[in-house]
């Protein structure tokens, strides 16, 4: 048993209170509680109508999980920088002096403190990476049997867009810029641009590869960009979750006419779609050669 010397005599020291190894444990878990679970809250929020914080919600399966994994990524950091802006100004606020002649409590060590600010970041950017990770395989990911596939050329100045069928049948279906180099200024969703169609509810794949020289496929309300490369085929799907026309650009400066490298996608329902293939197919057979449409 302990004992405690006090002028000459010793006694007993009081024994610890029942629990209090304990204390400092159940202290530390309700600390951590608090971040952990707006951590788990942004990564929740990540996947409701949460605000868009300037980005698009996303007009492809894909789309919507680039939007999803955002949303989380912005949660999370304004949920850390509302912490640590808290801590600040509260530090501000209660450790203001207010005497001249007062010295603060002095301390060199918190424990629980410590572990916390350590082991938290820790867990934040596993959670972040992890999500990170199932995103970009689900966005990554090929589908075996697509139900169009579209071979997509990028040449300076101007994109091509060939149609074959799910099992890789030529559909005789080729839509590329017509319009000579020159500083237009139009819209993207003009005529003189080539346009993507695409079925609403079916798997496209993508085959982009470039004839010259790096080429960016950007089409921001799809929130999908990818390099087009000469000499690299780049292989990926889009499954189109609403009809609408959509903007496209090249967003890798690739020369004098660089501004002028823009398309559009219009996404519409399955049996218009196969409309506008026989159409196309009908009128480009009579024409001998692909037209811009």
């Not at 995103?135 to 149609?163: K, M």
């Amino acid at each position: 048993m302990t004992t405690v010397r006090s002028r000459g005599r010793s006694r007993p020291a009081a024994p610890p209170a029942a629990g209090e190894g304990a204390a400092p444990r159940r202290s530390l878990l309700r600390r951590l509680s608090v971040p952990v679970a707006v951590l788990a809250g942004a990564v929740v929020l990540g996947g409701c109508n949460a605000p868009t914080f300037g980005a698009f919600r996303g007009a492809t399966t894909q789309g919507r999980d680039e939007f999803k994994i955002w949303v989380g990524f912005v949660i999370t950091g304004l949920a850390v920088a509302a912490i640590v802006w808290g801590l600040i100004f509260w530090t501000v606020l209660r450790h203001r002096r207010k005497s001249h002649d007062e010295m603060p409590r002095q301390f060199h060590e918190n424990i629980p403190l410590e572990i916390i600010y350590t082991t938290l970041p820790i867990v934040i950017v596993g959670v972040l990476f992890y999500f990170t990770v199932v995103t970009e395989n689900e966005i990554d990911a090929v589908s075996s049997h697509p139900a169009e596939i579209v071979h997509v050329l990028g040449y300076r100045w101007g994109w091509q867009f060939t149609y074959d069928a799910g099992d890789g049948r030529a559909q005789g279906v080729q839509i590329a810029t017509t319009a000579q180099p020159a500083l237009l200024a139009q819209p993207a969703t003009s005529k003189e641009y080539p346009q993507l169609v695409l079925p609403v509810g079916e798997t496209v794949r993508i085959v982009l590869t470039s004839a010259d020289v790096v080429h960016g496929f950007y089409i921001p309300e799809l929130n999908f960009s990818r390099y087009a490369q000469p000499g690299v085929v780049n292989v990926f799907d889009f499954n189109p979750t609403r009809a609408g026309v959509f903007r496209g650009q090249c967003s890798e400066f690739c020369g004098l006419y660089h501004s002028e490298m823009l398309f559009s996608v219009r996404v519409m329902s399955d049996s218009a779609f196969q409309h506008w293939l026989s159409t196309e197919q009908v009128h480009q057979a009579g024409a001998g050669t692909g037209a811009a449409s």
